[in-house]
């Protein structure tokens, strides 16, 4: 299980504090599809970033499962929790240019030190499973932006993580890719993985099992 | 660096070809063109090395011409003629004099009216009378085949000669061993005891001919009289004030006046010596000056590559964090990219250099290709490698610098950068 409690997050910009999230409290379980929706600079990505690791808070209280994820968070520590229990999907692939699908997907495992074959072998089948598997020497700039955001999937998943955060991962894609996405985002889920997506897209928000609003700074639904 | 991160920075560095060659060509070029000049420097340094003749160094040589002044009634425009007897009278003045012997040329140094000839062949070439000792101030002849002469060919007159690389080429043809063989000077036959090889005035002293001055003064009419004197003091001696004194003896004898500048000459080979090691000296300190600008500007090259790079990267970085790398690993690839790069780069900068020196000393050899004042250029190979540990250091540093804040900025920032 996931929760936050009382979460706030100031940015300060041109000597301005912005502040984005008023005490934001959310719970999230294990295995849940859920969905973050919100206007535009709501707050939707800073959230996703703090539950991610990949910025800290300023006030509150985070437990990730059973590790309690303190306001200062190491940098270190925070790479680590990364690398082992979160995947990442974002809007813009940001697949590594010079490196094929099958790399880029293995990618992560590099830092959890598992040699080059086992990282492969994993990497295919995590290709096959994105329905990729024979496109697995192509480079980010041979694919499409739906098989992109599929190879981010797949790299996503390599870590066998607990749960999968993607930041608006079809708001490049077309309609038709945006349904392969979400059908591979739905067989991960079905694998037992938590999954949150941030989106404005009513519908792929009712795709999820439930829905978080984001307003002024605070979850109202 | 384990073989998956040595894998890992060359795939890098491989599929970022432009950044990595652009780098690489910094090291090389700089360590190559360092290489380059300090050979080229050596090489002139060698070069005006081989050409100082044989002599030992600190060698002075006296010869005499006519007088410029009247002295004590005897009229001006005077010859005056060194006397073999000057030569016993000046070790016996000067405890300073180390050895002393006389020279006396065939002809009046004009080599055109001398002919050398051994069967169908012939040829002109300088022949010299040499007195004894005269063989250990041409101590660094080098002798191809046969020996120099000595003191028994000297006191037995013999009618022997050592002859002069050229002499023997045009006589017998190269590669070909003359000792023993009859040669005709102007018409006298001598025998052949040695050849050797003169690297004085260009090699050109190689075309002479050496007999011993008991058999050269006998064989071909001469007196007493010597062309010139060679002097060598002992270690430590001022040759200059020697010089000086020595000068003032001979000219009370010969009756020359104390202010003739003329009648006696002097050459100092080592005032020579020192004034053209100067003149190299100044070369050397330029070609030293711009390698080190060249090494400089190679600094400054990889710098801003190594600093832009890291920019350029800057989304990367921010990638490889969020799917957690580490700082210290990002830092860690950045390092080992630079370090490997540079190290090849330099590593062949340092072989086509050392190997271009090579390939010309090898074509002086072979194909017998030689340039004036140069020879056998070379390099220090400890301060190539010094030059080439300076840039890989910097090119270190100058990668670490950047790549440290990369690995500071937080992913979410980073990751906002355009690629
Ligand atoms: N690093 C930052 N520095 C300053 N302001 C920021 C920063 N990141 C986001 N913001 C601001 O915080 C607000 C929320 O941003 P964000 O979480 O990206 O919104 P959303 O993803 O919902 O569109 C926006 O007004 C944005 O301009
Ligand atoms: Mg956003």
Known sequence: MISLEGIHKHYTSDSRRLHVLKGVNLSIDDGEMVSIMGSSGSGKSTLLNILGLLDTYDQGAYQLGDTAISAGLSEVKAAQLRNRFIGFVFQSFNLLPFKSALENVALPLYYQKIGRKARNYRAEKLLDLVGLGERTKNMPNELSGGQKQRVAIARALITDPRMVLADEPTGALDSATTDDVMAVFKEVHRTGKTIVIVTHEHDIAEQTERLILLKDGQVER | ?419
Not at chain 2, 193 to 219: C, N
Not at chain 2, 315 to 339: D, F, H, M, N, V
Not at chain 2, 370 to 393: K, T
Request: with cysteine; glycine share 10%.
């Open chain 2, 1 to 419: 660096m384990s073989l998956d991160a040595l894998q890992e920075v060359w795939f890098t560095l491989n599929q970022n070809r432009l950044r990595t060659f652009l780098t690489a060509f910094g090291v090389f070029w700089g360590i190559f063109m360092l290489v380059l000049l300090l050979g080229v420097g050596q090489g002139l340094k060698n070069g005006i090395e081989q050409s100082f003749s044989s002599d030992v160094r600190t060698s002075m040589w006296i010869s005499s011409n006519k007088t410029s002044l009247p002295y004590r009634g005897l009229p001006q425009g005077r010859h005056i003629k060194l006397q073999e007897s000057d030569v016993d009278f000046l070790k016996n003045q000067f405890t300073e004099i180390n050895i002393i012997a006389a020279e006396e040329p065939l002809g009046s140094n004009f080599r055109a009216d001398i002919y050398i000839t051994y069967g169908q062949q012939s040829g002109s070439f300088s022949v010299l009378g040499a007195g004894a000792n005269y063989f250990k101030i041409k101590k660094n002849q080098n002798y191809h085949y046969g020996r120099r002469l000595n003191d028994f060919d000297e006191a037995d007159a013999r009618k022997v000669v050592v002859v002069g690389t050229k002499v023997a080429e045009r006589l017998f043809g190269n590669e070909y061993n003359p000792i023993g063989h009859q040669i005709a000077i102007n018409g006298v036959s001598v025998k052949i005891v040695g050849v050797f090889y003169d690297s004085g005035w260009e090699g050109r002293m190689s075309e002479r001919i050496y007999m011993p001055l008991a058999a050269f003064q006998k064989t071909f009419g001469k007196g007493q009289n010597i062309g010139s004197i060679a002097v060598v003091p002992h270690n430590g001696v001022d040759n200059i004030a020697l010089s000086e004194r020595i000068l003032g003896m001979l000219k009370e004898r010969h009756k020359i006046s104390p202010q003739d500048n003329t009648a006696l000459r002097l050459f100092d080979l080592a005032k020579e010596t020192e004034e053209i090691n100067n003149t190299f000296a100044g070369i050397g300190l330029f070609l030293w000056f711009v390698g080190l600008g060249t090494l400089m500007a190679g600094i400054v090259g990889i710098s801003n590559i190594m600093i832009i790079s890291v920019k350029e990267r800057t989304r990367e970085i921010g990638i490889r964090k969020a799917l957690g790398a580490r700082p210290r690993q990002i830092i860690y690839t950045i390092l080992s990219e630079s370090l490997l790069v540079t190290l090849i780069a330099g590593y062949v900068g340092l072989v086509l250099s050392v190997g271009l020196l090579g390939l010309y000393n090898w074509m002086t050899n072979e194909i017998g290709l030689e340039l004036p004042y140069f020879s056998h250029p070379e390099v220090d190979i400890h301060i190539a490698i010094v030059a080439l540990l300076v840039l890989v250091c910097v090119g270190a540093v100058a990668g670490l610098v950047p790549s440290w804040q990369a690995a500071r900025i937080s992913p979410i920032e980073a990751m906002r950068e355009e690629a």
